[in-house]
């Protein structure tokens, strides 16, 4: 059992973060605290490229590159993760 658990920047790589989560969700304390921090993005390619992050395009192609990759790196895998996991997740 655990009181604190943080997670940067990776739900979107998962192959199957529901998955992750259920089981962070068991073993996680009734007072327990799970800190989860992602990259700033939005829901569709056109506003990544064009609001907020100036940085978007560039981090579009390492998600693309990296992140996708590691989502679907299995039979199965959920493909989430381009520019992160965004509120629409």
Not at 51 to 58: C, G, V
């Amino acid at each position: 059992e655990f009181d604190f658990v943080y997670a940067h920047d990776l739900l979107h790589d998962m192959t199957n973060p529901r998955a992750l989560i259920r089981q962070v969700r068991q073993r996680l304390s009734e007072t327990g605290c799970w800190v989860i921090v992602d990259v700033d993005c939005h829901g569709s390619l056109q506003e990544n490229l064009t609001k907020t992050n100036s940085s978007a395009a560039t981090f579009l192609g390492f998600s693309c590159l990296l992140c996708l990759a590691s989502s679907t790196s299995e039979a199965g895998g959920e493909g989430l993760g381009t520019l992160g996991f965004h509120k629409e997740q």
